[in-house]
């Protein structure tokens, strides 16, 4: 038969594939595409629509800030927890010149509802109303500054480059 060593060892192995695959599946059981079922591709296979219905749906800018960011969030949504700390800590520091502005997603419009393909979702706007980016607001499953979609706009008011990152990876929850 077996001799305890052998048998040592291989329990050993076998719980640390347990293990292994048990923490794989806890950290990565929530991570999925922005648009998870491409509703908004295949909706939208020319973006520029996508964003000219958006930029008139989205409240406008309420402040004289140069930024305005609208966050959307999903009560239900398991996701909200790893965002909360990231997006009080822009707030605190980008404040100076950006507004920040939360809207939960089951009070938006019905049309502008059908724009959101997952939460958390952050839409960033200029004064003037000009749509900057709609997406997530970071990729993976943690939400911090090594892996915010946003901080490159508010560290930078004057980037004007309209980015919709709607194949991210991370934790979203679909709408």
Do not use: K
């Not at 008139?56 to 239900?76: C, F, K, M």
């Not at 997006?87 to 049309?111: C, N, S, V």
């Amino acid at each position: 038969m077996f001799s305890r060593h052998t048998l040592a060892i291989a329990l050993a192995v076998s719980w640390l594939v347990l293990i292994s695959l048990g923490f794989w599946w806890f950290q990565f059981r929530w991570i999925q595409d922005f648009d998870a079922d491409n509703r908004i591709l295949q909706s939208y296979p020319d973006l520029d629509q996508y964003v000219t219905e958006l930029t008139d749906l989205l409240p406008a800018p309420a402040s004289q800030e140069p930024i305005t960011v609208t966050i959307v969030r999903a009560n239900n949504c398991r996701c909200n927890r790893f965002s909360v700390d990231h997006l009080d800590d822009l707030a605190e520091r980008y404040g100076d010149h950006t507004q920040f502005q939360y809207q939960q997603l089951a009070e938006l419009p019905a049309p502008l509802r059908s724009l959101v393909p997952a939460t958390p979702f952050a839409a960033i706007q200029t004064r003037q109303g000009e749509l900057l980016y709609a997406g997530p607001i970071n990729t993976g499953l943690e939400c911090t500054s090594g892996s915010s979609l946003l901080e490159s706009y508010l560290s930078r008011p004057d980037n004007a480059q309209l980015q919709l990152p709607l194949l991210a990876r991370g934790c979203y929850c679909s709408v």
